[in-house]
């Protein structure tokens, strides 16, 4: 195994194998966990609705003095169902975009029940004050519905995609996306040509194979389950500084979701590792047996 000619090649070998370990195993926890499905399930397991109900109840009693209309008026008709379909929106609007080159196109439900509300207090104001419900009128409780639509949006976007995007990144992130099969297939066919290789140059002894592959799977596994293990002990994305709860739960929570989700799948590699080690190390022994029975039979031959 230590042969010059086999040695050297085998290590560099198996270090691009590692490579290739860490970068497949990714790719996948991508491919499996970033989905529009996924991504709802967990909006709704964290509970996100709620912290955006939260957070809409807050902005409409701070801008009540300002603007003259009580919060109840728009949030009598807020609740975790419909906050939860804006979420959706949101989430669908962001996969189409990342699917079909970063173009963003969200369509907020609508809230019947939050435009009469909107018509009911405007119409009682215009009563008991005696202003005129002329085009002026319209225009104002236009833009009030307007307004309210864009405030619920901006609330229930809760990965601050509408940002990405006019800040050009979404189109950016939705290269890489669109490109991620392709990436997990040119990943696992490196690794598949490595092994080809690695069984060539050890055709002679084809066990060995499974050590150099046992060798990179270990590594591969400790190299991703030590800095997984640091960010998920210390809490790293706590650190992080966002003012709205709902997206800094968006945020926080999903980073933890796959942190781990990518340390599982490091730890299965450093048990296959283990495993091809043991298996190898079984192999060479009965090998190394019957090389020394042999040389007795010989020498009692002789």
């Given at each position: 195994m230590k042969k010059a000619g086999t040695y050297i090649p085998s290590v560099i070998l198996?270090?691009?194998l590692v490579l290739c370990v860490l970068a497949g195993s990714a790719l996948i926890v991508v491919d499996v966990n970033v989905t529009p499905s996924r991504t709802s399930a967990f909006s709704e397991k964290e509970d996100l609705a709620e912290k955006v109900h939260k957070d809409l109840d807050k902005h409409y009693r701070g801008k009540a003095n300002s603007t003259g209309i009580p919060a109840s008026v728009y949030m009598e008709h807020l609740n975790k169902e419909y906050i939860n379909k804006v979420i959706d929106a949101y989430i669908d609007a962001t996969y189409d975009a990342l699917n079909s080159g970063g173009k963003l196109t969200v369509k907020v439900p609508e809230n019947t029940a939050l435009e009469n509300s909107?018509?009911?207090f405007f119409s009682d104001y215009a009563d008991k004050t005696g202003y005129k419900k002329d085009e002026n009128y319209e225009?104002?409780?236009?833009?009030?519905?307007?307004n309210a639509y864009k405030t619920i949006g901006s609330s229930c976007d809760i990965f601050k995609v509408d940002s990405m995007n006019s800040h050009g990144l979404l189109s950016k992130l939705s290269k890489l996306y669109r490109a991620r099969y392709k990436l997990t297939f040119a990943a696992a066919a490196a690794a598949a040509v490595i092994m080809l290789i690695l069984a060539f140059l050890h055709r002679k002894r084809i066990f060995e194979l499974l050590y150099w592959c046992g060798i990179s799977a270990l590594i591969a596994g400790i190299m991703g389950t030590i800095p997984s293990a640091y960010?998920?002990?210390t809490k790293y994305y706590n650190a992080f500084s966002i003012k709205q709860p709902q997206v800094?739960?968006?945020?926080?929570?999903s980073l933890f979701g796959l942190t781990e989700a990518f340390m599982?799948?490091?730890?299965?590699?450093i048990?296959?590792?283990i495993g091809m080690l043991v298996v190898y190390a079984v192999f060479c022994g009965k090998g190394?047996?019957?090389s020394a029975v042999h040389a007795i039979s010989e020498e009692k031959k002789s």
């Open positions: 198996s270090v691009l909107i018509d009911s225009k104002k409780l236009a833009v009030t519905k307007e960010l998920i002990a800094f739960a968006a945020y926080t929570r599982a799948s490091q730890i299965a590699a048990v296959i590792g190394k047996r019957a």
